[in-house]
């Protein structure tokens, strides 16, 4: 029996499971150590991957799910609000860190044509990284990340021309022709995209929800249908993966495909690391170091710089900015792909090759940290009132704050808020929510719901919405660090509000508690519906939620006592 490409997925796998491991021990990212696992297996130390072919297929299907599952969570709505934001910042980029690239490969000895492609591969950014990372901290909804996913967007369609330029290399020229040709694919999938949505898709998946297993197998079959329509009409796997998942995000269906997919995609996105990682020919890098450290340099300092001071001046604020800006610091897999391209059309020597191939090990693995710590950064750089706080004033992209003596703040409007918001009303009492989702924000206020933009770790928003003068706090969102920092800020400025938090597990429960949370929602024991009724029953006296934390703490200890003696120990 040939055992190959059996054997060499499971020989990657044991080994990634290791190097996972050790990433976890060490918590470093996990990202990280798929790529190192990519490394290990690659052609300079173990060679254990022959099969080249398949396992970039696996990697290009990982792409498809990834980019297909952000998509169901996107609507138009969502696209247009950030869309201008997106091509200006976009642009901004492209002639700022272009133009860096370009001088510093000048500078370098390069050519024209040569340093004319180093100024391009810096301009992109992963598609990939970003997304994984903002799917692993479920931020992929909130504006900075939908703002940096409309930023990628436009990459992948800057990186489809260069393509096209790169490979007619050549014969130094492109037609008009194919620019047209391309535009036209281009508007005749979106339009057929459009009227699959509104005409074709809600009676399809109406007829086959009621099979779950049909669902999911018409879900994967449009998505990649999609991706492979849109890559044979010129453009990338990873623009038509997205635009298939928003054709299906307006149907009722589309959480739970999403769910469904979710353990599939896993999966194929650890093969996608490895493979990068399994492409990065780590031999011969020795004069590539010092080139590379200088345009590392620029993609981490002078990229993020740019996109902080776009998104400011289009009206963001300085947190939405700088985590959007975080997002972008490294160079894209397409960058390599570019450069590899242009060598083999002699455009460029391989030297080149080895250059951008170290960048993107530099500039991925920084900011991946980044990424990981974007809240740490930000509040020492906000400490430190550095440059992005000149032009933090007045925004378009943030709601008007209403002052206002609110003594009921709901934070999220997910998981259960709408139940808090009935009891509320019924309570006639002054509420506002507050939500770091801009669609949830639109919704509300069309309802006539008193409710603002804003993230529930802003301690200028805190103050702004007025926490320090309200009787209940409730937070349905599901973020732990989230939580804690509200609780702190809350115990500062406001010691006797009512705290209600959730959590999703019991230690993290017990943790909120001992924090000085008064009420703590946990699945499967007191929900956002049982908490209402008693918050409506009861008012938002302290002294009745003293009685039920009290009892709730009870129950967590008789039900978890390892949890208890390792609290006492």
């Known amino acids: 029996m040939d055992h190959g490409v059996f054997t060499e997925l499971s020989l990657v796998i044991v080994i990634a499971a290791g190097v996972s491991l050790v ?56 696209i247009k609000r950030v869309g201008k934001s997106a091509f200006i910042t976009a642009g901004a980029i492209l002639l700022t ?72 290399g050549n014969e130094n020229t492109i037609g008009l022709s194919e620019l047209l040709t391309l535009l036209w694919r281009g508007a005749l999938i979106i339009g057929f995209l459009v009227a699959a949505s509104r005409f074709i898709l809600p009676k399809v998946t109406r007829k086959i929800a009621a099979s779950q297993e049909s669902l999911f197998l018409f879900a994967i079959a449009w998505g990649f249908g ?35 997919l979710k353990p599939l995609r896993d999966f194929f996105v650890v093969l996608f690391f490895i493979t990068l ?16 450290l200088i345009l ?32 972008l610091s490294q160079i894209s897999e397409f960058s390599i792909v570019l450069v590899v391209l242009a060598v083999s059309n002699q455009l460029v020597p391989e030297q080149l090759s080895a250059i951008i191939t170290l960048v993107a090990v530099i500039t991925i693995t920084t900011s991946t940290y980044m990424m990981q710590y974007d809240n740490r950064l930000f509040a020492i750089f906000d400490k430190l009132k550095l440059f992005y706080s000149m032009f933090d004033r007045e925004r378009t992209h943030k709601e008007a ?11 999220g409007y997910h998981r259960g808020g709408h139940e808090f918001i009935n009891t ?12 770091y989702d801009p669609t949830v924000i639109e919704l509300l206020q069309d309802k006539r ?7 529930a770790t802003d301690a200028e928003l805190l103050e702004e919405v007025g926490v320090q003068n309200a009787k209940l706090v409730v937070s349905t969102i599901t973020d732990f660090g989230t939580n804690q920092e509200l609780i702190k800020h809350l115990n500062f400025y406001n010691p006797d509000a009512v705290i209600v938090c959730n959590a999703g597990s019991y230690e993290e429960a017990m943790q909120l508690y001992e924090l000085g949370c008064s009420y703590v929602m946990i699945p499967h024991y007191a929900g956002s519906e049982r908490l209402s009724a008693l918050i409506e029953k009861n008012g938002i006296e302290r002294r009745h939620f003293d009685r039920y934390r009290a009892k709730h703490l009870q129950h967590l200890e008789e039900s978890h006592p390892l949890t208890s003696a390792e609290d006492a120990l």
């Open 296 to 327: 590392s340099a620029i993609v981490i300092i002078l990229k993020p710089t740019v996109v902080t001071l776009a998104l400011g001046l289009l009206g963001y604020t300085k947190r939405v900015s700088f985590k959007a800006a975080v997002n």
């Open 424 to 435: 509320f009303r019924h309570m006639k009492k002054r509420f506002l929510v507050v939500d």
């Open 97 to 168: 860190v272009g133009a860096a690239g370009f001088v510093a490969a000048a500078l370098l000895g390069f050519s024209n044509t040569e340093a004319y492609i180093t100024g391009l591969a810096l301009f992109f950014s992963s598609t990939i990284i970003i997304v994984k990372m903002l799917t692993d901290k479920k931020e992929q909804n909130r504006l900075h990340g939908q703002v940096a996913i409309g930023i990628i967007l436009i990459d992948d369609l800057v990186a489809t021309l260069a393509l096209l330029f790169v490979a007619a």
């Open 23 to 78: 990433m976890r021990l060490l918590r470093q990212p996990l990202i990280l150590g798929y790529i190192l696992t990519g490394i290990l297996v690659g052609p300079s130390l173990l060679n254990v991957i022959h099969d080249q072919e398949a396992f970039e297929g696996f990697s290009n299907i990982g792409i498809a799910l990834l980019l297909f599952i952000i998509g169901l969570g996107m609507n138009i709505a969502t």
């Open 449 to 455: 719901i008193p409710a603002i933009y804003g993230d």
């Open 277 to 292: 990682g399994n492409s990065l020919n780590v031999d011969n890098l020795g004069s590539a170091v010092v080139p590379a």
């Open 401 to 411: 704050r209403i002052a206002s003596n609110y003594k009921l703040i709901l934070f």
């Open 226 to 260: 999609v991706a492979s329509l849109v890559e044979y009409a010129g453009f990338s796997i990873e623009v038509g993966a997205l635009f298939a998942g928003v054709a299906l995000a307006s149907l009722p269906y589309a959480q739970e495909i999403e769910s469904r």
